[in-house]
């Protein structure tokens, strides 16, 4: 190429390509500046979405942790594996190993006797106590049970008592019928005619029999050899461990509900 082929750009028209440039480089900054804002706002959203999907995960997974492995609560265990009553709240669970040995010394409920008598007394009398309307319809009972008047409020309900001291009731008239000739004269259940007595101890074993298959005991015992018996016959090891509902407690709670049959409506 020659020199003809380079044509001069007037000074003017260079500047003014300069001014062009240097306008539209302030036209981009200005749009890149104004932009940041959005994109500074999009991707803390983008963080924003990631913390809460975290938080949802971890959530989850320690509910299901917990759901796995944690303790039901002894109102949950006692509502999910019991029909309703109004004592549920006060049950407790505890583990406790029996004191079970061939030969029974010690325990103050054996035998007879008023100190015997004393002690079979705290734990199976306790009195009736009274429910509501609404607590009847839930255990399915009659609307024509007995009524009677809290003497504290003036309201009517039923009279009601706990199943667990029927049941003790029951084992203590067995334990006198096997002392017959002790109670017989002493103005107790036992003192009844014959064939009361007869029919009353055949309720309890009924009674006492259903219950106990009710409940249905899966504790296991094994077998040992007790030299202090003098023999090599194993018998039975019942000194095992159980999960036990705390009988103070519900004796506690009965006692506090208690009536007396002046109340009755």
């Not at 963080?47 to 109102?75: E, K, N, Q």
């Not at 096997?178 to 109670?183: D, G, N, P, Q, V």
């Amino acid at each position: 190429m020659g020199e003809d082929d380079y044509q001069p750009v007037p000074l003017l028209d260079e500047e003014h390509l300069s001014e062009k440039s240097a306008w539209r480089r302030r036209l981009s900054l200005e749009a890149f500046y104004q932009t940041q804002p959005a994109r500074r706002v999009a991707e803390h959203w983008v963080w924003i979405g990631h913390a809460v999907l975290l938080s949802v995960s971890t959530t989850l997974f320690a509910l299901a942790f917990c759901m796995r492995y944690a303790r039901p609560s002894d109102l949950v265990v006692t509502t999910e594996f019991s029909t309703y009553s109004p004592a549920a709240p006060v049950v407790k669970y505890d583990t406790f190993r029996y004191n079970l040995t061939p030969i029974m010394t010690g325990s103050p409920y054996v035998g007879k006797g008023p100190e015997v008598d004393e002690a079979w007394e705290q734990i199976s009398r306790v009195g009736d106590m009274m429910i509501s309307l609404e607590e009847v319809d839930r255990l399915g009972l009659s609307r024509e049970s007995l009524k009677i008047t809290d003497p504290k409020t003036g309201k009517v309900g039923y009279r009601a008592a706990i199943e667990v001291f029927h049941q003790l009731h029951c084992l203590n008239l067995l334990r006198q019928f096997t002392w017959k000739e002790y109670y017989v004269n002493d103005g107790g259940d036992i003192s009844a005619e014959p064939e009361d007595v007869r029919g009353h101890v055949d309720h309890c074993l009924e009674t006492l029999r259903m219950n106990l298959m009710c409940q249905s005991d899966i504790g296991v015992f094994t077998f040992k050899i007790y030299p202090e018996l003098g023999d090599d016959d194993p018998w039975p090891e019942f000194s095992t461990l159980h999960t036990c509902r705390n009988f103070d407690g519900i004796r506690d709670w009965a006692r506090g509900r208690a009536v007396t049959w002046d109340d009755n409506a």
